[in-house]
């Protein structure tokens, strides 16, 4: 939603390419979109942040040099060599701790298989990426992975919904307390950062009258 007002005019302009293209874009968005990000979420309940950090940010780009090797014949220079082979040694640097010996205890739980899997599917996003066709523009693009994405991962939203409605209801509704409380509080911190300095000097005996009142005494401390 955010993104529509700035790719509605190029969408409906790029229409008739998106719609040739919608077998390209069915996979760029079912692997970078809804298969990614639902298995980083998967991975999340049964493994830790760092290791969802560091397995995501070291295996896909190796896995990505590898299938564009496979797929799209790219060479593998000694830059991306050594790029590779950084990151493996700064990965098993930091899940043993320092002590590769570590590494002959180190369990692996079915949260890093999950988060192995978004790594994977990230990578294949990454392939078809440098395949999209030239007619259509990056910010249109991007929103139609989104939409096809989201579409994708409409019908599990919609079971997922049903099978827990009372907490859904209840996130729903303090997400919207938050969002309507921190809207308030971010204009009104904007129109006084706005007036600020510019009638400070005649507001402050006005609202000194006002607390003191007709009649009263000012007994405000200085």
């Not at 968005?29 to 309940?45: D, P, Q």
């Not at 950090?53 to 797929?71: E, H």
């Not at 911190?189 to 706005?194: F, Y």
């Amino acid at each position: 939603m955010i993104i529509l007002p700035f790719a509605i005019k190029t969408f409906t302009r790029e229409w008739s390419t998106v719609r040739r293209s919608g077998h390209y874009l069915f996979w760029t968005s079912l692997t970078g979109i809804s298969l990614f990000n639902t298995f980083v979420y998967i991975a999340g309940h049964y493994t830790t942040a760092i290791n969802l950090a560091l397995i995501g940010t070291t295996s896909s780009p190796i896995m990505s040099i590898i299938m564009a090797r496979i797929f799209l014949k790219e060479r593998i220079g000694w830059m991306k060599l050594l790029g590779m082979f950084v990151c493996i040694a700064g990965i098993l640097f930091l899940l043993s701790k320092g002590d590769f010996k570590n590494l002959l205890t180190l369990k692996f739980s079915l949260g890093d298989v999950w988060m192995l899997m978004a790594a994977f599917c990230f990578a294949v996003y990454n392939i078809l990426v440098r395949k999209k066709p030239a007619s259509i523009s990056p910010v249109n693009f991007l929103f139609v992975t989104f939409l096809f994405g989201s579409i994708l991962l409409l019908p599990f939203f919609v079971w997922e919904h049903d099978q827990a409605p009372v907490v859904h209801s209840r996130v729903e509704r303090i997400a919207h307390v938050e969002i309507v409380r921190s809207g308030r509080r971010g204009a009104a911190d904007t129109l006084e950062a706005d007036h600020a300095g510019r009638d400070r000097r005649v507001r402050a005996p006005a609202i000194e009258r006002i607390e003191c009142g007709p009649g009263r005494k000012n007994t405000r401390s200085v």
